[in-house]
């Protein structure tokens, strides 16, 4: 089983992935469940809500390895870590896109084509997974069209990106105010 999570800022997603790992983790004493965390540590604040992040999850789910992806290693780590006894979370394919789309010391955004392989890639991965996933992103595209093409580039890649990854899934959860709605599949 594969879902998507999406949502805006602070509407639960992280909450639902990690509920999905105690429950995972409930089922059976051979379970295991590592979360592959997305997030880059490049500002004093970021540090900080790295660490905020890891500490309030151990609380929440203690069996709940936590492991740091960058760039273009998710897909790879999601093979690694995917097996019939293992849920992998994956937080969150926003950030990942983000690292893709502007690497350190870049000043512009990659060419949307630069983002194509990354994407096929973690689709490859996705259908290839031994055991079940869950993947974490935003969903941005709700708002008003942003003035910079930069970022409306963005948002187009981020949308792109959804789609592809919700075609993979049996089932996509839209959290709205900490609340679960079915998108795609049984709830």
């Known amino acids: 089983m594969r879902e998507l999570v999406l949502g805006g800022q ?72 995917s097996s019939p006894q293992a849920l992998v979370v994956v937080d969150c394919l926003t950030l990942w896109l983000t690292q893709l789309a502007w690497p350190p010391g870049r000043a512009t955004a990659a060419e949307p084509e630069a983002l194509e392989a990354p994407m096929q890639a973690l689709e490859q991965a996705l259908q290839a997974a031994g055991g079940p996933v869950v993947l974490v992103g935003n969903e941005i595209g709700l708002g008003i069209i942003p003035l910079g093409a930069q970022v409306r580039a963005f948002v187009d890649a981020l949308g792109t990106l959804n789609q592809r990854v919700a075609a993979c899934c049996q089932r996509v959860t839209l959290m709205m105010a900490g609340c679960p709605l079915t998108v795609k599949g049984a709830a």
Request: proline share 4%.
């Open 10 to 81: 602070k509407s639960g997603k992280s909450r639902w992935a990690e509920g999905r790992a105690a429950q995972w983790l409930a089922a059976d004493a051979r379970h295991r469940a590592v979360l592959l965390a997305t997030a880059q540590p490049r500002d004093a604040e970021m540090r900080a809500r790295i660490e905020r992040h890891r500490r309030e999850r151990a609380a929440r789910v203690p069996g709940l390895e936590t492991l740091e992806v960058a760039g273009a290693e998710l897909p790879q780590a999601i093979l690694r870590q």
